[in-house]
């Protein structure tokens, strides 16, 4: 379900505490996120992706010929996973966030970036000269 609004009635969800206390609040957190960093950047070219072995990435923008990556994680302080490095390889991606609902922006790898969901609107997707 795309509005997290809806959802959160449907779930029968009334305020800011029983969400947090709520079985899908991660995964609310997670749609919320990515429906975010879609108004932010544009719903074309945008892709989920998945092996067979269980490697996947949440979102994928192709922008100016280029890969981008997006996780999304309902965290404090997000890490990095043998799958995220395996979709940033596989992929090509010129970069990956993990996007996050704390307050600082900080790298993991050259190519991986925890970034705060607030500071989504504020990144470019284009190659570095």
Known sequence: MRDSGILHSLLGVGNMRELALHPRYGASWEGFALEQTLLAHGSRDAYFFRTQRGAELDLMLVRHGRRWGFEFKCTDAPRTTRSMHIVVEDLRLEHMWIVYPGD????????????????????????SA
């Open 104 to 127: 600082d922006a900080y790298p993991l790898t050259d190519a991986i970036t925890a970034l705060p969901l607030k500071e989504i609107g504020d990144i470019r997707l284009r190659p």
